[in-house]
């Protein structure tokens, strides 16, 4: 028995006049598109690598690599013998019934795009959304990765990233943190306020401007209570804040000014009685 | 300390110590500034080690890229144009080069820094900050910590003009040395809230020599545009 190679790429699939032939051409135009995809939108990414922040590096790449897909796919499409004309006068019935379908996959699609050019988050963004914190990984065209300050890895789908709330933390270029200082009554407010403001001051970070501002906020039970108000380089923050807490302590310690302890101040209407003293003898 | 050093050096000073020596058969680059010591070695057969100032928006860890300098207020009248030195903080840049590359070994200063919100808190920048007293003429510096700003101020607006800073990308800065460190600038004021901003690329005095730029040893391209203060300059 011959096995002759011509004769089973003419062999019709079953559908239409397709024959094994014009399938295997489709696939290879397919697979070739991917390929080239891949490895244009690597070079891409290479060749923008230090002259484009990640976020429009990324969305150039991935705009490069659908496309290619895209462009391959409908040069391919005449081998199955799909006529894209077909496709314009069918669209209206097959849009509905892939819309319905796909109504998720749509909506996430279309959730992924606004958020690449609305930029609501960036990749490297501190971020929270739908009760989720972390870093944005990146953002996919159906879903966006973070990953969590645990270093857990988290897929959201764009719709639901769309339509929540986000917080993104590094979205300006400076915030302001809070510390609440609480001195003793005996202690003088004023040294301690001039002291934490040295302090701050000291600290690169610690922003000129907007001013830091250190004042008395409250008189509490125990305490004299302080509140500083520091801004920071919003992406540097959280270091300023661990940073300076600790320094002012010290500082305030080195000047005799201390954390007061919780206290009550306890009277007796009858006296107080103290039995057991030292040197007392038990009756 | 300033130049450019091939195979063992030494270069010392005051508190300043930046050598390359070889430990156990491996040529070792060694700085120390204030107490504090960096290391690396350098397999190297044909490469230099360049010593500059650089543009001071490196430490103590790269977050901006603009300078704000504040000086004293000066009320500028409508047409007027004048001439004034500032001074601008100073950060040494070490490179290795070769034939091929350049690429940027260590960044180190005296002294602390301190950055500042220029604009608003949602849409500003976040600049390097510098107090600077104006000085009609070329003021005494130390190299090692400052340099001499030589800033044209144009006031092209139909009203006094109150400035008390100025803002730059360093992106932009040109740095020359020689005896002291240098750089030429412009101010142009164009609405009482509203200013350009650019360096200039030449010597402040004949015979300076041109520092390698960070921008250019790390490969990021920059435009030379100049920079727009849009949020005021007093």
Not at chain 1, 207 to 224: H, I, R, T
Not at chain 2, 69 to 88: D, N, Q, W
């Amino acid at each position: 028995m011959t096995f002759n190679v011509t004769e089973v790429l003419e062999i019709p699939i079953g559908v239409g006049d397709i024959t094994v032939e014009r399938l295997l051409y489709f696939v290879f135009i397919l697979a070739l598109g991917v390929a080239v995809a891949k490895v244009v939108s690597i070079n891409v990414r290479r060749a923008l690598a230090e002259r484009l922040p990640v976020n429009e590096r990324e969305l150039l790449a991935k705009l490069v690599y659908y496309g290619i897909i895209v462009w391959a796919f409908v040069v391919a499409l005449p081998q199955l013998e799909f006529d894209l004309s077909g496709l314009l006068v069918a669209g209206g019935i097959a849009g509905l019934v892939i819309g319905f379908a796909s109504q998720s996959v749509v909506s996430n699609l279309i959730s992924g795009l606004f958020l690449m050019f609305e930029h609501p988050i960036r990749i490297g963004d501190n971020i929270n959304v739908a009760d989720v914190s972390g870093s944005v990984e990146d953002i996919r065209v159906l879903s966006t990765v973070i990953k969590t300050y645990d270093g857990i890895y988290i897929r959201i789908p764009n719709e639901k990233v769309f339509t929540s709330n986000i917080t993104n933390y590094v979205h300006n270029p400076a915030r302001r943190f809070t510390y609440e200082i609480r001195i003793r009554y005996a202690d003088d407010a004023n040294a301690a306020i001039r002291i934490a403001k040295e302090v701050i001051e000291t600290h690169p970070f610690a922003l000129k401007n907007p001013a830091p501002s250190v004042f008395v906020d409250n008189l509490g039970d125990n305490s004299v209570n302080l509140t500083a108000y520091i801004w920071a380089p919003a992406r540097n923050w959280w270091d300023v804040r661990t940073d300076l807490l600790w320094k002012i302590k010290v500082a305030l310690e080195e000047n005799g000014i201390e954390i007061p302890f919780p206290q009550r101040t306890v009277r007796f209407a009858d006296g107080l009685e103290v039995k057991g003293r030292p040197g007392e003898k038990n009756e | 300390m300033f130049g450019r050093y091939r195979g063992t050096f030494r270069r010392e000073c005051g508190d300043i110590l930046v050598e390359a020596e070889t430990v156990d058969g491996l040529l070792t680059y060694r700085r120390r500034c204030e107490g504090q010591t960096f290391e690396r070695i350098l397999v190297s057969n044909t490469g230099e080690v360049v010593i500059n100032p650089v543009e001071p928006v490196n430490l103590p860890r790269e977050i901006t890229d603009f300078l704000l300098v504040e000086f004293s207020p000066m009320m500028i009248e409508p047409g007027a144009s004048r001439t004034v030195y500032l001074k601008f903080p100073v950060e040494i840049g070490v490179f290795v080069e070769s034939a091929r590359d350049i690429e940027v070994l260590d960044v180190f200063a005296f002294g602390t820094q301190k950055y500042t919100l220029y604009g608003s808190p949602t849409n500003g920048v976040i600049a390097r900050w510098y107090r600077s007293a104006v000085y009609p003429e070329i003021p005494q510096v130390d190299p090692f910590r400052e340099g001499v700003m030589e800033l044209s101020i144009q006031n092209t607006c139909r009203e006094w003009v109150e400035v008390s800073r100025v803002v730059f990308e360093s992106t932009d800065m040109k740095i020359y040395y020689g005896d002291f460190v240098a750089a030429t600038a412009t101010m142009k004021l164009l609405t009482r809230t509203m200013a350009e901003t650019d360096f200039v690329d030449a010597p402040l005095r004949p015979g300076m020599v041109k520092s390698v730029e960070l921008y250019t040893a790390r490969k990021i391209p920059a435009i030379d545009r100049g920079y727009l203060m849009e949020w005021g300059f007093s």
